[in-house]
């Protein structure tokens, strides 16, 4: 059983739905990366996601795409960030995703970036612009290596395209919970519960919502729907406010705690 599905099963155990953190791997710098981590699993967090900063990031928002350019100002390489899940791995052995575009992995060749991802810890790759359709290219490789192809579902995904998705993909299926880029909103979209009951009728796969939450009330009101929560702009965007500030480790941990604990909230429910 690989890291993903043992932390939604425990998860699921103790009544609760899994929190999913987004980081951009890099962002403020690469060294400060893997101690940033270890504040969200000090936290609570379940599983981890890793953006693989980007120069053309189209399907992000303002906050994580000045996150993609002050990684890539630190000097941030694909190298690095296997350094970065190695030097994760001395400490935790908490789930992490790499949420990439395609032109990164495609850069590297689809055999070497799997093989290397995996040699390094990586549990999973979500792609952003990498349709079920196209991904019979990528996938043998995911899967030869162990790491769970992670796909993405719309509010406009019909029942057809979220079961190629849930064919395809494993560990968990990721859906975006409103139309648009990444970003913190102060409300969540109308008719998400009905959402995610549709997505479910045609998925096994454990559900996570992301895409646009930001506080525990938000996390709360989803946990009692689905399998996972995730929460990214939100994030990071503490992480750029306080990027010099000595106490950004346990901001962060003062932050994400309370979103964790929402997670909870079905026990009542």
Same mark, same amino acid.
């Given at each position: 059983?690989?890291?993903?599905?043992?932390?939604?099963?425990?998860?699921?155990?103790?009544?609760?739905?899994?929190?999913?953190?987004?980081?951009?791997?890099?962002?403020? %710098?690469?060294?400060?990366?893997?101690?940033?981590?270890?504040? /969200?699993?000090?936290?609570?967090?379940?599983?981890?996601?890793?953006?693989?900063?980007?120069?053309?990031?189209?399907?992000?928002?303002?906050?994580?795409?000045?996150?993609?350019?002050?990684?890539?100002?630190?000097?941030?390489?694909?190298?690095?960030?296997?350094?970065?899940?190695?030097?994760?791995?001395?400490?935790?052995?908490?789930?992490?995703?790499?949420?990439?575009?395609?032109?990164?992995?495609?850069?590297?060749?689809? %055999?070497?970036?799997?093989?290397?991802?995996?040699?390094?810890?990586?549990?999973? $790759? $979500?792609?952003?612009?990498?349709?079920?359709?196209?991904?019979?290219?990528?996938?043998?490789?995911?899967?030869?290596?162990?790491?769970?192809?992670?796909?993405?579902?719309?509010?406009? %995904?019909?029942?057809?395209?979220?079961?190629?998705?849930?064919?395809?993909?494993?560990?968990?299926?990721?859906?975006?919970?409103? /139309?648009?880029?990444?970003?913190?909103?102060?409300? /969540?979209?109308?008719?998400?519960?009905? $959402?995610?009951?549709?997505?479910?009728?045609?998925? #096994?796969?454990?559900?996570?919502?992301?895409?646009?939450?930001?506080?525990?009330?938000?996390?709360?009101?989803?946990?009692?729907?689905?399998?996972?929560?995730?929460?990214? %702009?939100?994030?990071? #965007? $503490?992480?750029?406010?306080?990027?010099?500030?000595?106490?950004? /480790?346990?901001?962060?941990?003062?932050?994400?705690?309370?979103?964790?604990?929402?997670?909870?909230?079905?026990?009542?429910?």
């Amino acid at each position: 059983m690989s890291r993903l599905s043992e932390a939604f099963e425990k998860a699921q155990r103790e009544g609760r739905a899994a929190f999913i953190a987004y980081i951009t791997a890099g962002d403020p %710098s690469p060294s400060k990366t893997g101690d940033i981590v270890q504040s /969200l699993v000090s936290a609570g967090v379940d599983v981890i996601e890793l953006g693989i900063p980007f120069s053309d990031p189209i399907a992000d928002g303002p906050t994580n795409q000045a996150a993609a350019e002050r990684a890539l100002a630190a000097g941030t390489k694909l190298d690095d960030i296997f350094e970065i899940i190695r030097e994760i791995r001395r400490f935790s052995q908490v789930p992490m995703v790499l949420f990439s575009y395609a032109n990164p992995v495609l850069r590297r060749g689809i %055999s070497n970036f799997a093989s290397e991802a995996a040699a390094a810890g990586a549990d999973g $790759l $979500l792609f952003t612009d990498v349709p079920s359709e196209e991904m019979d290219r990528f996938a043998p490789a995911l899967k030869r290596n162990g790491l769970d192809p992670i796909m993405l579902v719309t509010p406009t %995904s019909d029942k057809k395209r979220i079961r190629a998705a849930a064919r395809v993909g494993s560990g968990f299926l990721y859906l975006v919970s409103r /139309l648009g880029v990444t970003g913190a909103r102060s409300s /969540l979209d109308e008719g998400l519960e009905e $959402l995610i009951a549709r997505v479910r009728k045609s998925s #096994r796969l454990p559900l996570a919502v992301g895409f646009g939450i930001s506080t525990a009330d938000q996390v709360g009101r989803i946990a009692l729907k689905a399998d996972g929560v995730v929460v990214g %702009s939100a994030i990071v #965007r $503490l992480i750029a406010e306080m990027a010099e500030d000595e106490e950004l /480790l346990p901001a962060l941990e003062t932050f994400v705690r309370p979103m964790v604990e929402a997670c909870r909230r079905r026990d009542a429910d």
